[in-house]
């Protein structure tokens, strides 16, 4: 009991102590993050539109008006399917860019930091020349289906082609992201589990893939993923400066009504309620693959 006693005390300091430490954090945590979603939550339960000088209480009248807005469900629909191209395409093609880099002898990097450049550079400058590559007579990107025999189209301009175009332009920002991370996690495999699998005659560039660096790539699977899926639902640029989600709203997505609601017409209040809608889809969506990729992820 005596010695219970003692140790009850400073068990009790070095509790208040690393309460202590982590107060600032929290406290900025509230200040930056938790407060403001707080704050935006609470201001989509009421009818306020900047520049009213009063603002009432409206409940959860914004939430029944976005439910039979057909623009909202446009933009939500446009958003799952630019976020179900970009996410598999940017972990396939990061996935085979960092096993290929790493396979490069002296030029490693050289194309680690090619790679890597587009995620370094400002988007909205790049779009610029996305807009030319995508020109329907001088682009790049139809001189190349010319050349190829393949059909051509007004890439920006056509409303069946136009949301995949932009995938595509999402799909080249975040590979150089998706590719250091897996190279981080391909640094990460002990090299004795390829030494042991040549030892038992498996030492095919198939077999080392599929029955170690796959396996052991879960986390990093994990991470990638989810990272990709959070910049992916966070389109804005690229519908704003190439398309303003035309045309026929065939590439407005999710954050481009909320900017057009809440900043163009000023209905704050019913900005409000689809910025909720959006940060409450991305966690759902976030947690749930993180929880399943997390299942397969081999740690250790």
């Known amino acids: 009991m005596a010695e219970a006693k003692g140790t009850l005390g400073p068990r009790r300091a070095e509790a208040l102590a690393g309460t202590l430490l982590a107060l ?3 406290i900025l945590m ?3 993050l938790l407060g403001p979603a707080v704050a935006v939550g609470l201001l989509s339960l009421t009818d306020w539109n900047f520049g009213e ?3 009432r209480f409206a409940g959860l009248e914004n939430y029944a008006e976005m439910w039979g807005d057909r623009v909202f469900w446009i933009s939500l629909r446009n958003t799952v399917i630019y976020v179900g191209v970009s996410v598999p395409a940017t972990v396939l093609l990061g996935l085979l860019a960092a096993i290929a880099i790493e396979s490069v002898g002296p ?3 050289f194309y680690r930091a090619a790679y890597f450049l587009p995620v370094a550079s400002t988007l909205l400058a790049m779009a610029l020349v996305w807009e030319f590559m995508f020109h329907p007579s001088v682009g790049f990107v139809n001189q190349v289906f010319r050349a190829l025999g393949l059909p051509t189209a007004d890439w920006l301009q056509n409303p069946d082609t136009a949301l995949f ?5 999402g799909v080249w920002q975040n590979l150089g992201l998706a590719m250091v991370l897996f190279m981080a996690g391909l640094k990460a495999i002990p090299p004795d589990l390829y030494e042991a699998l040549a030892m038992d005659g498996a030492d095919g560039a198939w077999e080392r893939f599929r029955r170690v660096t796959w396996p052991m790539l879960g986390p990093a699977l994990v991470f990638v993923v989810a990272i990709t899926a959070i910049r992916s639902f966070q389109v804005f640029d690229t519908v704003q400066v190439l398309t303003e989600g035309g045309p ?4 407005e997505v999710l954050l481009f009504t909320m900017v057009q609601q809440g900043f163009t017409f000023l209905r704050s209040a019913y900005g409000a309620a689809i910025t909720m809608v959006f940060l409450l889809l991305t966690l759902a ?3 749930a693959q993180t929880v399943l990729l997390d299942r397969r992820a081999h740690y250790g």
């Open 24 to 26: 600032p954090a929290f």
């Open 30 to 32: 509230w200040l930056m």
């Open 53 to 55: 000088p009063q603002i």
């Open 107 to 109: 030029l490693k990097g």
């Open 165 to 169: 175009a932009l995938a595509a332009i």
């Open 248 to 251: 026929s709203k065939s590439t």
């Open 285 to 287: 969506i976030t947690l």
